[in-house]
């Protein structure tokens, strides 16, 4: 398991221990990769917090959204692809484009 997916507790002093300075290595360099990639306004977002399980885990709601919004927005785009016919003065071709 990965550092994202199990979470990290952050120490209370810098590790000496070599496998846990490893895993605190890691935390950090998982956070800056993702705090770089992010754009100024999801930078904004995601700046409060300090470990890369928290940052994924708004990033996946800013774009993905709760399931309750994913269940929203598929029946909004349900509908019109379910009502969408032919209309008698279309040809073939305009109708697929």
Do not use: R, W
Request: with cysteine; net charge negative.
């Amino acid at each position: 398991m990965g550092i994202v997916e199990g979470g990290y507790q952050y120490p209370i002093a810098v590790p000496t221990d070599p496998a846990e300075n490893k895993i605190y290595e890691n935390n950090a360099k998982a956070i800056n990769s993702l705090l770089g990639s992010l754009s100024e306004s999801e930078f904004i977002e995601v700046m409060q917090f300090n470990t890369d399980e928290a940052i994924c885990d708004k990033i996946i709601h800013n774009y993905e959204g709760y399931s309750q919004v994913k269940c929203a927005k598929l029946q909004t785009l349900k509908i019109p692809y379910e009502t969408v016919k032919m209309h008698s003065d279309e040809t073939i071709s305009s109708y697929f484009l």
